[in-house]
């Protein structure tokens, strides 16, 4: 089988496994985990912020970035795709309890849109505007950093805050050839993972400045998510911070020929967006597609008119041309 569903299904490599087994570790409540303050203090440096705070889940660091940036019942404005709207279980709602303001057009929102929902600020009927948010990459696209230099300078004009979902930013940067810190440029919150692409087991990290991410280790705490040894774990995330950030330019690239090989051997529309290619079915007909890939051996993610397959760590040259054969197969078959 050549599982393409997720990034997130690489195990630790036999270096990172390792690595883990070495790992210096020491109480976290406390701040007395080695490893876990070494991975923070390198997130932060390679992201440009002054501090970052280690997390069990992407999820958490969203809903932290949240929670430390809007109070009840303010506004957050986000695209409707993004995570923290369709794969947060609602929380926003429940958490930080803060209101989404969702556009659904593009991967980020137009001076037109940004200008208008500001416009009515004050109105007593009004829920008063908080945070901005952008993903970046965008399922797999990545947001040019024009667009989110433009967004963030918005925010900060009008007093509003600005976080990045940044859980596949490394793929950004090595996309884009530029620094991490780049990347994050221009945002107050940024959460990253290091369990996709990179590699590691478990965790992510919220980044910001010293005082917030002060703040959001409060709000770990009182999510129950003070870990104690932590740096068994962390030690797999600051491997793969130091190891396979590089590496993943080969992921992209194996990204671009799968979609291209698809694309001549089945005939069907292929696109990659860095780790991802998205394969375009008959409308409505991508379940029945993706189940006919996994009869053949190649799994992905199907929903509405496009399969979703993600190139990982784990997968090689080898694998891409067999899964563009398998496919041709299974298409043939349809
Ligand atoms: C995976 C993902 C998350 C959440 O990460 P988990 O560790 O799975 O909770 C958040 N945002 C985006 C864009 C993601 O792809």
Known sequence: MIDLRSDTLTRPTPAMRRAIAEAEVGDDV????PTVRALEEETADLLGKEAALYVPSGHMA???????????GDEVWAHEHHHLIGDEQGATA?????????????????????????????????AEPALVWLENTFTGRVVPLAEQARVTGFAHRHGLRAHLDGARLWNAAAFLGTAPSAVADGFDTVSVCFSKGLGAPV???????ADTVARARRGRKLLGAGMRQAGVIAAG?????????????????????????ITELSGLPALAQTNMVLVRTPAG????????????????????ASIRLVVHLEITDRDVEDAARRIAEAVEEL
């Open 203 to 209: 965790g992510s990290a919220l980044a910001g400045d």
């Open 30 to 33: 406390w701040g007395e985990d």
């Open 237 to 261: 995330a600051l491997y793969a911070l130091r190891h396979h950030r590089e590496r993943m330019a080969e992921d992209h690239e194996r990204a671009a020929v799968l979609a291209a090989r």
């Open 94 to 126: 429940v958490l930080a309890r803060a209101l989404p303001r969702l556009y659904s057009d593009g991967i980020f929102p137009t001076d037109e849109l940004l200008e208008s929902w500001i416009a009515g600020r004050g109105d007593v009927h009004r």
């Open 62 to 72: 969203n809903q932290l970035g949240l929670y430390v940036s809007t109070r009840s």
């Open 285 to 304: 007909e991508a379940r029945r597609y993706a189940e006919a890939f996994s009869r053949h051996g190649v799994t992905g993610l199907g929903s509405g």
